[in-house]
């Protein structure tokens, strides 16, 4: 991308839900709260952008609000998500291991960094 295209990329239509799985395009059992099993939860992760995101790698910056916390000061896990070049629709999963809320940041992969979006998913 040009310096130029990068200043008009923006994610004003960015979309992100958590849920069980993806089928057909589709998130399936999507919640803001699931319950904490042994091992964790597995949580699929959908995102979108009607135009796009402009890479084909997303950072993925996970904290962490443990409960009974005031803020999201745990830093919990980076992550890198390939997507298709011209993808408006992506996911991935997110293992999520302790009771507590989350915060779920993605960004461009490249030397800017630009924030895409957040969302928020909780363990009871």
Do not use: C
Not at 5 to 24: C, D, H, M, P
Request: proline share 2%.
């Amino acid at each position: 991308l040009t310096e130029e295209e990068k200043e008009t990329l923006v994610f004003e239509s960015f979309y992100i839900a958590f849920g069980r799985n993806v089928q057909s395009g589709m998130l399936q059992g999507q919640n803001e709260k699931f319950k904490g099993v042994p091992g964790g939860v597995n949580a699929e992760v959908l995102f979108s952008n009607n135009e796009g995101f402009g890479t084909e790698t997303i950072a993925v910056d996970v904290w962490m609000k443990p409960k009974g916390g005031a803020k999201y000061d745990t830093h919990y896990k980076e992550m890198f998500v390939t997507i298709p070049k011209d993808a408006k629709q992506s996911n991935f999963k997110l293992l999520l291991k302790e009771r507590g809320s989350y915060k779920v940041s993605l960004y461009t992969d490249d030397e800017d960094a630009v924030w895409i979006g957040s969302g928020y998913v909780s363990i009871y």
